[in-house]
């Protein structure tokens, strides 16, 4: 117990005693989570549209209207055929073409139905099922319309209508910060996590540090112990300080528990520190730690749910992200903070992240040698 | 001549010999390529969601039946009441939920009127909006046969939709050519600031530049194995993408090539600067990791759409070449455009390049302190 208290004042003399280092561990992640979440906006707005209408008749008019009006879309130039329409999707100047065929009114008229047509630049597949949903949802609202404007009013409905009512919940504003800051501090918090801890044992590798350790008395897990703590600790700080930014810059407030919130960041960070640990234990030098952090932190961030649901991934993508600790954090995080989940929703991950930390850490004791 | 090549040989041999390092240099774009094309999708499907009914009748059956046999959704679980769906939602794993009213067929036909409960977990919004609508089209679609069963004249608006250069609204034509920009930055610029950094750090600089090799030929040679290296990656994303991803290049190779290539003298160039700035190889890793990385995932336009960023980002983004750089590779590879419709772009990067080499050439310090 006296060693490892020893060697904790002496890990945190270190990381206190080197400012640059302190400065840039604390600053980048404020920075970041002040800008990040404006970037990371998947907000679908402002489509930009072209309009070829060959009918010009009121209810072309009316419909074109009814688009623009929705607030989704954004009018780029009404052109007079498809091919200049084409050259703005070419141009990136428009996103979808809307064109509305020759005789649109009369023929609707006389042989009660008609085809409009939407061509969509569909290289980014979700803004073009987003608005293409959205024009969707706009023609189904013009289809009841113009049918209640044929058949005489009256009262009542002419016909059996299905009224769909629709209420987001948890969100209704529908607002991406709500999403997105979640997620991009529990990203930040296993940046720092896991970058510094690789880094940190391996630079005593390179100064040669290590070794005057390796020959003292003290045991290989209160060496462990001893560099997992310290930074065990900047990562509460860092977490606390993101969650004040949380509430400051945008206003989000955890609807859960905050304390079930710090008893998951406290499992979590246990096995994220373990794993900076076992990779520092299979690096020589700095830069072979940067690249092997950076090799798997990449994974995590582009499979942990925080850009692309990890719903959508077939089986074997599933499997994989059962493994990896950043997607069980940010889904708890989203959960407590978003819904107000109990504790008895996230028992299973809390279980799970607490095994994947003894893994890791148990690994990386039995991995770390004190004789090279 | 004979100098300079065997400069060359010497770096090549340096890149080679770390096999961890060279492990992440190729790793990364294949990892990469494969999630982007395998894994990662925007696509919604299989998505898990509860249903209330009350109604119980021939009605809400049918839509049941409907939307069970799409491919977007799943039902978990019939709910017997709205209140416990607050739980179901909390629980996890539930994107939306459904509530018929009592009634439901009967109102239906009696006051031509009834109404559909649907609620979604709008903590992910796209999916919370994309979900409704796909419930909208389902209902709707069941209203127009409805109509057509009970003989009322179908006037309606068709919607025909062609997705252009993407009908399956795949992940990957948007993420690939994200990918190659990405790959070319990381390896020109944070390998070549760290391998010039290292000789600073080591001492071997100061050999070199005594020696009577003039030293921007030092550097030239410094790069050359880089620029091999990057275009041995393109190569490899772009076979990977054609071959795994059936994704193939509608423009013209030639021009991908050339473009890449101005692409990549730029970050060198880049990666020069970085390296005139840095003093220590940390340094230069966080300067590379920090100020190229991030921006290059966030302001680019891969990833996040940069039209719905504020002004202040959306003018930030100029300054960064990958955006440019991606916008033409999305132009030749994916739309099979010519040279005419990205000269624009092109010249802004021969700019940069121009730019970024006289600055890092007049801060290369050829004489010790």
Same mark, same amino acid.
């Given at each position: 117990m006296r060693t490892l208290k020893f060697l904790l004042q002496k890990e945190f003399r270190q990381i206190f005693r080197n400012k640059n280092m302190l400065r840039m561990m604390f600053m980048v992640p404020i920075i970041q989570l002040i800008i990040l979440p404006q970037a990371a906006n998947y907000t679908i707005r402002n489509i930009n549209i072209a309009v070829v209408d060959l009918d010009r008749s009121s209810y072309s008019e009316k419909f074109v209207n009814k688009v623009l009006s929705s607030g989704y879309f954004k009018l780029a130039e009404f052109t007079a055929s498809y091919k200049e329409a084409y050259k703005l999707i070419e141009n990136d100047k428009a996103d979808i073409i809307i064109e509305i065929p020759h005789g649109f009114e009369s023929k609707l008229n006389s042989e009660q139905s008609q085809t409009i047509s939407l061509s969509v630049n569909a290289i980014n597949g979700v803004k073009a099922a987003v608005g293409s949903g959205y024009l969707t949802n706009i023609i189904q609202d013009f289809n009841n319309q113009i049918r209640l404007n044929w058949v005489q009013p009256s009262n009542m409905n002419p016909m059996p209508t299905i009224d769909v009512v629709s209420s987001n919940w948890y969100n209704p504003t529908l607002s991406y910060y709500l999403f997105m800051v979640p997620g991009i501090l529990v990203l930040l918090v296993t940046l720092v996590g896991g970058n510094m801890t690789a880094l940190n044992i391996v630079q005593e590798k390179e100064i040669g540090t290590i070794e005057q350790i390796n020959v003292t008395p003290i045991k290989k897990y209160q060496f462990i112990l001893g560099k997992l703590i310290p930074f065990w600790v900047i990562g509460v700080i860092i977490f606390t300080i993101g969650l004040l930014i949380a509430r400051v810059v945008y206003g989000i407030i955890p609807l859960g528990s905050i304390a079930l919130l710090y008893l998951f960041l406290s499992v979590y960070l246990i096995a994220i520190v373990g794993f900076g640990l076992l990779i520092s234990t299979y690096s020589e030098t700095q830069q072979q730690a940067q690249s092997l952090t950076f090799f798997f932190i990449q994974i995590f961030n582009l499979m942990?749910?925080?850009?692309?649901?990890?719903?959508?991934?077939p089986g074997w993508a599933k499997v994989i992200t059962d493994f990896i600790p950043v997607s069980y954090f940010i889904d708890v995080m989203r959960m407590i903070v978003?819904?107000?989940?109990h504790f008895n929703d996230v028992l299973m991950q809390i279980i799970v992240v607490l095994a994947m930390g003894i893994v890791l850490n148990v690994w990386a004791i039995i991995n770390y040698r004190k004789t090279t | 001549m004979k100098q300079f090549f065997s400069f060359v040989t010497k770096e090549f041999l340096q890149v080679f010999r770390d096999r961890k390092t060279l492990l992440m240099l190729f790793g990364v774009p294949i990892v990469q390529i494969v999630l982007f094309g395998f894994a990662l999708s925007n696509e919604i499907k299989d998505s898990n969601i509860v249903i209330v009914d009350n109604a119980k009748d021939l009605a809400s059956q049918q839509i049941i039946n409907k939307i069970a046999s799409t491919d977007y959704f799943k039902i978990k679980k019939m709910l017997p009441n709205s209140s416990q769906i607050d739980a179901a939602f909390k629980s996890g794993d539930i994107k939306l939920a459904i509530v018929f009213p009592e009634n439901f067929y009967t109102d239906l036909l009696h006051t031509n009127k009834a109404q559909i409960q649907v609620i979604a977990d709008a903590s992910d919004p796209n999916t919370a909006t994309t979900l409704t609508s796909y419930i909208n089209i389902i209902i709707a679609d069941y209203q127009a046969q409805l109509n057509k069963d009970l003989n009322i004249p179908p006037e309606q608006i068709n919607l025909d939709v062609r997705m252009l250069y993407n009908p399956d609204l795949k992940g990957a034509p948007n993420f690939v050519p994200g990918v190659i920009a990405m790959v070319l930055l990381l390896v020109c610029v944070m390998m070549t600031s760290i391998s010039i950094v290292r000789e600073k750090e080591l001492g071997t600089m100061e050999v070199l530049l005594v020696s009577p090799f003039k030293p921007i030929l030092v550097i030239f040679a410094k790069a050359v194995p880089y620029l091999v290296l990057s275009l041995i990656n393109l190569t490899v994303i772009i076979i990977l993408s054609v071959l795994a991803l059936n994704l193939p290049i509608k423009g013209s190779i030639l021009l991908l090539y050339a473009v890449s290539t101005l692409f990549i003298l730029c970050c060198l160039s880049l990666g020069l600067l970085v390296s005139t700035a840095a003093d220590t190889q940390q340094s230069a890793m966080t300067l590379s990791l920090v100020g190229m990385f991030l921006p290059t995932l966030m302001l680019?336009?891969? *990833?996040?759409? *940069?039209?719905?960023?504020?002004w202040v980002l959306r003018m930030l983004s100029n300054i960064v070449p990958a955006k440019w750089f991606y916008i033409i590779i999305k132009s030749i590879m994916l739309?099979?455009?010519?040279?005419s419709y990205i000269w624009k772009e092109t010249l802004i990067l021969f700019g940069m390049t121009v730019f970024f080499l006289t600055l890092s050439l007049r801060n290369f310090k050829t004489r010790l302190e």
């Open positions: 942990g749910g925080l850009f692309t649901p990890i719903d959508s991934m978003i819904k107000g989940s | 680019s336009g891969y *990833i996040f759409p *940069i039209e719905n960023m504020p739309k099979g455009l010519g040279f």
